[in-house]
């Protein structure tokens, strides 16, 4: 089941990139909030017809749980933001590993504090070579697209 799951978030990230690259294209042509807009609403379409015909009835609802664990529906309005922007000018790639680069991050501190109500994961030595190797890997795409961006500018 592990191996499942694995496999289902590197799926889901691959679709994440998708969506970038594809919002960062729309965003260009229409504005960055109207395709944000769009795609909070499709997604809110679509979430709610997986509700109605897939979701179980849970004993617990949205006005039933801590008011806090609502507020997590606001990270995704600056994350749409801020990849249609960055994606029309640093490209899909770069954009994609920093925000992975920040998610790791970030993730580390909530697991290594046990913040939000998470089960607490020690931060480890091969934790840290996860984030280096990480930040590397984003220099090394960053600098790729600069040389590049500059032979092109060269050309013209």
Do not use: H
């Not at 994440?16 to 690259?21: F, G, H, K, N, T």
């Not at 640093?90 to 790791?104: D, E, H, N, R």
């Amino acid at each position: 089941m592990t191996i499942l799951m694995i496999i289902l978030a590197v799926a889901g990230g691959a679709m994440l990139s998708i969506q970038a690259a594809i919002n960062g294209q729309l965003g260009s042509k229409v504005g960055v909030f109207r395709c944000a807009f769009l795609t909070f609403s499709v997604g809110a379409l679509i979430t709610a017809l997986l509700i109605f015909f897939f979701e179980p009835r849970q004993a617990v609802s949205l006005l039933d749980v801590p008011k806090w664990q609502l507020l997590g529906a606001l990270c995704g309005v600056p994350y749409i933001v801020i990849m249609v922007l960055a994606v029309q000018r640093i490209g899909t790639a770069v954009a994609t590993v920093a925000v992975i680069f920040g998610q790791l991050a970030m993730s580390m501190l909530i697991d290594n504090f046990g913040w939000l109500g998470n089960a607490a994961v020690s931060f480890s030595a091969s934790r840290l070579g996860a984030i280096v190797c990480l930040g590397i890997a984003l220099f090394f795409i960053y600098a790729s697209n600069r040389s590049k961006n500059a032979a092109a500018v060269g050309r013209d």
